[in-house]
């Protein structure tokens, strides 16, 4: 019999996102040597163009899922939708159907309407407790396998103007990530010499530009390919009202950049205070915080980078992750049906 194919399923493909990248890294990396296929809701039309090239697209649909599933499919679902309906899919099919709920964030509703499978994998500690406490699934059936990144760390525009501190600060403009908040809380506090660049796009974009305009201390840089820009950072920072696993925190720690965050759980599993950035539990303790910032020529910031870049490489690298998702793929699938090869 052939090896375990995975299908990736995640509903919305129109814009970036952590959740998208991580569903077609998992889709490329477990697939190896064929092409894979991605269910979604998105039309091929409106997909980002650089993912339609890494992927075969597919409706997401009781019929596209009839048709794959045959005993040795796993479909590796990232959105709690999709999951539910998957679930829905593999009763009323009556064929042998396998599903791994992949969890990313946090959520305080709709647990009536939400069903999952026998396992679920957490990106984080945050979204394990999460599951536990609002969905009250057991905590045997859930696997905390932490985001990982394929090592591309590089020496390409290196900032050497140390006089100023540049705090980087990515993901999407919109009130959960809290970047017209972080303004408007911290304007005219911060000392000259401190500097935050919102990189990003989303629906706060436009009001985040009024907000800063005619401000030196606040920049906004568009969407920001990270492999080729973290060099001209200092910091990265997220300070948002929930996460799941922030990806642009495992980039920063990957770049040696210490980090800025808040105490959420999720941010936790990546940020150690003091040994590879900064915790600070509201607004302002992060005023105060950002104005005591060592200085990126400073002892205390090279042991800082130092710790970031030594944690990445313990606990967030890409083969790390693809490891642990084929060993609790093959342990799964061998639970409902006769053994097979193993994925490659």
């Known amino acids: 019999m052939d090896k375990i194919r995975v299908i990736s399923v995640y509903p919305n493909f129109a814009n970036h996102g952590g959740a998208q990248d991580v569903a077609l890294q998992l889709a490329e990396k477990l697939n190896e040597g064929t092409e894979p296929i991605v269910l979604t809701e998105t039309c091929f039309a409106d997909i980002v163009p650089d993912y339609r090239e890494r992927a075969r697209f597919m409706p997401f649909s009781w019929r596209s899922v009839h048709n794959l599933a045959d005993g040795h499919t796993v479909f590796l679902s990232h959105h709690r939708k999709s999951t539910s309906l998957l679930m829905l899919f593999s009763l009323l099919s009556g064929k042998k159907t396998y599903v791994l709920h992949v969890a990313h964030n946090t959520f305080t509703n709709l647990r009536c309407l939400s069903s999952f499978p026998k396992r679920i994998v957490a990106v984080s500690n945050g979204v394990k407790e999460n599951l536990m406490s609002y969905f009250r699934v057991p905590e045997e059936r859930i696997t905390v396998i932490f985001n990982g990144k394929e090592d591309c760390r590089n020496n390409q525009n290196v900032k050497t103007d140390n006089r100023e501190i540049h705090i980087l600060l990515p993901g999407r403009i919109c009130g959960v990530k809290q970047q017209v908040d972080i303004v408007r809380m911290t304007r005219d506090k911060l000392l000259p010499h401190i500097h935050i660049y919102f990189a990003g796009a989303g629906e706060e974009v436009e009001l985040l530009k009024k907000e800063i305009e005619g401000e030196t201390q606040y920049h906004y840089v568009g969407f920001l390919n990270m492999t080729e820009n973290l060099n001209r950072y200092d910091y990265v920072c997220l300070f948002s009202k929930n996460e799941g ?29 003091g040994e590879t950035g900064f915790v600070f539990p509201n607004f302002t303790a992060l005023v105060k915080g950002l104005n005591e910032l060592p200085m990126p020529d400073s002892e205390a910031y090279q042991h800082l980078s130092c710790n970031a870049r030594l944690r990445y490489e313990r606990f967030f690298t890409e083969g790390n992750m693809i490891i642990q998702y084929k060993r609790i793929i093959e342990q799964e699938i061998r639970q409902i049906t006769p053994p097979i090869n193993t994925i490659q």
Not at 246 to 272: H, Q, R, W, Y
């Open 245 to 273: 696993l922030g990806l642009s925190l495992i980039e920063g720690l990957m770049f040696g950049k210490p980090l800025i965050t808040n105490d959420l759980p999720a941010v936790l599993d990546v940020n150690k205070a």
